[in-house]
């Protein structure tokens, strides 16, 4: 089964057969196999190895330290208890030696000494047996034996030490040593606490993933399981939380304020798509009784010929009210195939002025300009112009008055080209202003003329894309249309 | 006039080709990319008609390939494409003009026969004649009877075009396109206002206008009343 995106897929072509609900996970292998795969057990695995080589690297650093500070403590004691002796010996003679050892051999924590004569027989010491190897025996270093105490009892396994051997003249040759049994005991301790310790973090980790990996995957299911839901249609569901401000939390919370803005749009898009069939239904009814009319009734050819043009003069009116839906459609996606150029909007509006005002005195009316010069602002010319002939169009259509008068202007507010088309008609009452830029949205003053009732939502689509603010003003008398653009940077 | 319709669509390439016939011209379909190509690769037409959605070789292909191979013949692009990005890239390609569906046959038709005289009448003369008008594209001046006509920048483009297809009809989408290039769709009456307004000046002192208005289609300039 491959999941990789084929071509087609990675260019947005429509993919056939291979559609999957969101969230529907697969199951491989068994709850374990699934707990192994949760990002929990991940994380638990590198805790513990990071956690388990800390630990190990620790206390390995501490322990070789200890050894070697009680490996000096200890070769320092042997070399002073030499230094002693050999001092005594020099002082005094064999026999001084032989009376401080045996005096030392009392204490309970007695190093071991032995004295040998110049053909190694022991002369006196405090060990029944000493074993090493003759060739570590080096005067001045220090090197392991094994030894048994005098009076040690029968089958007691033999004491490890550390000892050093010193000349003493004479022939005489004298061994000091201490045991290390404690040492060693010591650093078995250490190891064996080493070994517990990974065993409870290791069982600690192991707990805590299934207890994390659990509560994990209950969260996760749940989200998954609503939004399988949410899928299927039931758009008003939403995931759930906790309110424990985790990140499952977080991550509901903004899921679901997208279901919210979904949900909007959506319920938008449904209320556009009714009014659409609505506002096409009626005049496609039209043409269609028209012609029905025409087929049963068989009128004369000049009459035919009327009622013909009059069809497709409605169909284009259909055509029309198409291209202006699916302009907005377009625009109000931020198809990112709109690109906003630097454009001079000056000289964009003086042409359309220029472009209108001969309209504007066919009609009876003045077009008044005001245009402030070089105003550059990021957009697309034929959209803006676009716009503003839906803006003069408007303001011909309705703006009729004793003042016959059309005003355009542009000028600038802090970083905002601010374009005011005013007319001194009878203008738009408070309560049905903010309708005005919904699709097909007609003032009854409109009825009578042609149109389709997209001019406005045209010109918010337009303004919304270049980042701007529509306002429609009352004027008093008339209808003041404000757009305020950002200026270029 | 002899013209290459390349459409898939049977039903609007007959529609077309009887139209064709009705106005007077002759014409030839093409139902896919590759059959009209190799048409109009080997026949000489006037005028070609291009969808811009084929099977086989989409339009635009068909076009560049034309154009790479170095045939000069007035190319109308038909698309149910309708944003300006769209006719951008149709005329990139290599295209004359753009024409989006659904369109009217009048307009269509105006259209062409407008590109198939740009072929013979020269971009190059500096004076264009209709009957005593005299327009001096050089100098930007016109006359009448010899007497001199004001325009303005505009009107003077716009009288122009229409003297450059002296004879033929221009539509009012033709002259936005073209005099202003404009391309949107102006709810009012504009262009038969800027028109109205040249009449004033050309034809108001004249026994005879020049200007005049093809019902259901647009304008044209000519010399004989009829």
């Known amino acids: 089964m491959s999941e990789a995106p084929t071509t087609a897929d990675a260019l947005g072509a429509p993919s056939r057969g291979r559609s999957r609900p969101i969230g529907a996970e697969r199951h491989h292998g068994g709850r374990l196999a699934r707990l192994v795969r949760t990002t929990a057990f991940k994380l638990t695995l590198v805790y513990l190895i990071v956690f388990v080589a800390l630990s190990l690297a620790l206390i390995a650093y501490i322990s070789s330290t200890t050894a070697r500070l009680i490996d000096r403590q200890l070769e320092t004691a042997i070399d002073g208890e030499t230094s002693e002796l050999v001092a005594q010996f020099r002082t005094g003679n064999l026999f001084k ?331 738009v009452a408070d309560a049905h202003r903010a309708r005005l830029t919904d699709r097909f949205v007609r003032m009854d003053a409109a009825r009578s003329k042609p149109g389709a009732g997209l001019g406005l939502s045209m010109v918010k689509a337009i303004v919304g894309h270049h980042g701007g603010t529509l306002d429609l003003l009352d004027a008093d008398p008339g209808l003041a249309v404000r757009i305020a653009l950002p200026l270029a940077p | 006039m002899k013209v290459l319709i390349v459409e898939d669509d049977t039903d609007a390439a007959s529609y077309l080709a009887r139209g064709l016939t009705e106005a007077g011209h002759t014409s030839e379909v093409a139902g896919d990319g590759e059959t009209g190509l190799e048409l109009a690769s080997m026949n000489e037409y006037d005028v070609l008609i291009v969808d811009r959605m084929l099977p086989k070789r989409d339009g635009l292909s068909l076009i560049e390939t034309l154009r790479a191979k170095d045939r000069q013949v007035p190319i109308l692009v038909l698309s149910a494409l309708s944003q300006v990005d769209d006719r951008v890239k149709g005329l990139r390609a290599g295209g004359d003009d753009y024409l989006t569906k659904p369109y009217a046959f009048t ?31 050089l100098s930007h001046t016109v006359s009448r009877a010899g007497k001199p006509v004001v325009l303005q920048p505009r009107e003077f483009r716009l009288l122009e075009y229409l003297m450059r297809h002296a004879g033929q009809v221009v539509t009012r989408t033709m002259l936005l396109e073209n005099v202003w290039d404009y391309h949107f769709d102006p709810q009012t009456n504009v262009i038969d206002v800027h028109i109205s307004r040249l009449r004033g000046k050309i034809d108001k002192a004249f026994e005879r206008p020049l200007v005049h208005t093809v019902r259901g289609a647009g304008y044209v300039i000519r010399a004989d009343a009829d």
């Open chain 1, 97 to 427: 030696v032989m009376d401080a050892i045996e005096r030392r051999s009392m204490r309970p924590d007695a190093s071991v000494y032995l004295i040998t004569d110049f053909s190694g027989n022991p002369l006196i010491g405090n060990v029944a047996e000493l074993i090493y190897d003759p060739a570590d025996a080096q005067p001045g270093k220090t090197f392991p034996v094994r030894y048994n105490r005098l009076r040690s009892e029968a089958g007691e396994p033999t004491h490890r030490a550390i000892a050093k051997l010193s000349v003493l003249g004479g022939g005489y040759r004298l061994l000091v040593g201490r045991d290390v049994e404690d040492r060693i005991e010591f650093s078995t301790i250490i190891r064996r606490s080493i070994r517990g310790a990974i065993l409870v973090v290791v069982a600690l980790a192991l707990v805590s993933w299934i207890f994390l990996s659990r509560s994990v995957l209950r969260k996760v299911d749940a989200i998954a399981a609503s939004s399988r839901r949410i899928v299927a249609g039931d758009l008003a569901r939403r995931l759930p939380t906790d309110q424990s401000g985790d990140e499952f939390d977080r991550l509901a919370d903004s899921v679901n304020g997208m279901l919210d803005e979904i949900e909007r749009l959506h319920a938008g898009l449904q209320e556009v798509s009714q009014n659409i069939a609505h506002d096409l239904k009626t005049p496609l009814t039209r043409v269609r009784n028209r012609l029905d009319e025409m087929l049963r009734h068989r009128p004369e050819p000049e009459d035919a010929e009327a009622s013909l043009a009059v069809a497709i003069e409605e169909c284009d009116q259909l055509i029309r009210t198409f291209e202006a839906l699916l302009t907005i459609a377009r625009v109000e996606s931020h198809s990112a195939r709109i690109s906003l150029e630097p454009t001079d909007l000056s000289a964009l509006l003086a042409d359309m002025a220029e472009f209108y005002e001969p309209a504007t005195e066919d009609v009876g009316m003045r077009l008044t300009t005001s245009i402030a010069p070089a105003i550059t602002i990021r957009g697309e010319p034929t959209l803006l112009r676009n716009m503003l002939a839906n803006l003069l169009d408007n303001a011909l259509k309705y703006g009729a008055s004793d003042m016959a008068r059309v005003d355009l202007s542009l000028h600038t507010e802090g970083d905002k080209a601010v374009i005011l088309v005013r007319d001194h008609g009878e203008g």
């Open chain 2, 107 to 137: 307009e269509l038709l105006a259209r062409i026969e407008a590109l198939s005289r740009r072929k013979q009448t020269a971009d190059f003369e500096a004076v264009y004649r209709v009957g005593d008008l005299e327009l001096d594209r």
